[in-house]
């Protein structure tokens, strides 16, 4: 089992960037990690993904070009650069962890959540 803890979010003009963290509470090599993003009223939606040891990533569409995601297993930690901002990124972000095989892109595919990160990106 792993606690994930969420960090990083806040407000940010559009154009701007945020570097979202996720912080395991154990070892983060066993797990493949992805980033959602959740605004009100909508369901949670996929944003990126990463293979345990990082040899494999994919984005939205939404934010490809924008957003990378990356991982350093020695810090138990996983990252969500966010660059060129706009309004339509607001949400709230949350990471996953799965020890399972999975496709990455469904948030039933997880197994463990951490609790969110504000992003609200001002017009």
């Known amino acids: 089992q792993v606690q994930l803890v969420d960090s990083g979010g806040g407000l940010v003009q559009a154009g701007g960037s945020l570097r979202l963290s996720c912080a395991a509470s154990?070892?983060?090599?066993?797990?493949?990690m992805g980033w959602f993003s959740q605004a009100p009223g909508k369901e949670r939606e996929f944003v990126a993904y990463?293979?345990?040891?990082?040899?494999?990533?994919y984005y939205a569409d939404s934010v490809k070009g924008r957003f990378t995601i990356s991982r350093d297993n020695a810090k138990n930690t996983v990252y969500l650069q966010m660059n060129t901002l706009n309004p339509e990124d607001t949400a709230v972000y949350y990471c996953?962890?799965?020890?399972?095989?999975?496709?990455?892109?469904?948030?039933?595919?997880?197994?463990?959540w951490g609790q969110g990160t504000q992003v609200t990106v001002s017009s």
């Open positions: 154990g070892s983060t090599s066993q797990y493949r």
């Open positions: 996953a962890a799965s020890a399972r095989r999975i496709s990455g892109v469904a948030p039933g595919e997880y197994d463990y």
């Open positions: 990463i293979s345990r040891l990082a040899v494999t990533t």
